[in-house]
């Protein structure tokens, strides 16, 4: 049974950092593209980053570019979000997700695992 769990989500002041985790069970870790979704309250749910199997390859969209960080450790089949500068539109719940096709992942298509997420907000 494949389970991802996050954790690291907390109430921040603007311009504050935090970082998320989550480990991976139950999968071949380093089979897996890894990325981390939000979604804000009243929106559709949206693409944050992602990173390959092995780290190479690592993906953003352009509102948290130079800001977030994605990284993974297959050792420990954790993957984690470096959030710094954090303003109060990136408040939303951060969903972990896993799928083998990197390109799927980043559409977030027919995703092959998600996380049940965590909040995060950030106040002005």
Known sequence: QVQLVESGGALVQ???SLRLSCAASGLSFSSYAMGWFR??????????????GFGSSTYYTDSVKDRFTI???NAKNTVYLQ???????????????ADKSHVYLRR???????????Q???SS
Do not use: H, I
């Open 14 to 16: 603007a311009g504050g």
């Open 39 to 52: 979604q804000a309250p009243g929106k559709e749910r949206e693409f944050v980053a992602s990173t390959s």
């Open 71 to 73: 990284s993974r450790d």
């Open 83 to 97: 959030m710094n500068s954090l303003k109060p539109e990136d408040t939303a719940v951060y969903y972990c997700a």
């Open 108 to 118: 977030g298509v027919n995703v092959d695992y998600w996380g049940q997420g965590t």
């Open 120 to 122: 995060v907000t950030v």
